[in-house]
């Protein structure tokens, strides 16, 4: 394709594209600037494009690609990276309270509801806020998965039930 058929074909996208940057982000103005980088990247290399492709989905390949590469460029930008020697701070959102006294009553509170729990309660629940997988805490008790889901569901709704004096 010569360089004015491509920009004219590009014009022409213009309305899917804005669809579909539109889909991928749910935000009017990221879809925006979506689609500005998507046209600014096909018409710097439009010399790679090649006749026997379709046009069209060339165009939109490069959209989400851009899309995905913008997207783990923001996480990657917001992880934590925690230097304590044991991990401690790694599963702790910034607000997570023990920060003062009081906090730390009040996860002494929630160690010793939970350790009340009987076991079939107990330990699928902290296996599951330690991180395991709910598959994972399956395959170890040798339960079926739903099982799992529900023993930790139940045990939440009953710290939720010990702690609701803590709220707020």
Same mark, same amino acid.
């Given at each position: ?27 009017r103005e990221e879809a925006e600037d979506l689609l500005q980088d998507t046209t600014l990247k096909v018409l710097d290399n439009q010399e790679k494009f090649t ?13 989400? #690609?851009? $899309?995905?590469?913008? %997207? =783990? ?9 925690? /230097?304590? @020697? ?28 939970? #350790?009340? $729990?009987?076991?079939? %309660? =107990? ?9 395991? /997988?709910? @598959? ?33």
């Open positions: 394709m010569k360089n004015v058929h491509i920009e004219n074909e590009l014009v022409a996208l213009q309305s899917n594209m804005r669809n579909f940057a539109f889909s991928l982000t749910l935000n006749d026997n492709v379709n046009f069209k989905g060339w165009v939109l390949t490069i959209m989400k #690609n851009i $899309f995905i590469n913008n %997207y =783990r460029k923001i996480v990657r930008n917001q992880t934590v990276i925690d /230097k304590t @020697e044991d991990l401690h701070h790694l599963n702790l959102p910034q607000n997570s309270g023990f920060e003062s006294p009081e906090s730390s009553y009040s996860a002494g509170e929630i160690r010793n509801s939970i #350790n009340s $729990f009987a076991d079939e %309660y =107990r330990i699928p629940f902290s296996m599951h806020v330690q991180g395991f /997988k709910y @598959e994972e805490i399956a395959e170890k008790m040798k339960l079926p998965i739903g099982t799992v889901k529900s023993r930790i569901f139940l045990a939440r709704k009953r710290l939720q039930e010990q702690l609701k004096d803590y709220r707020y």
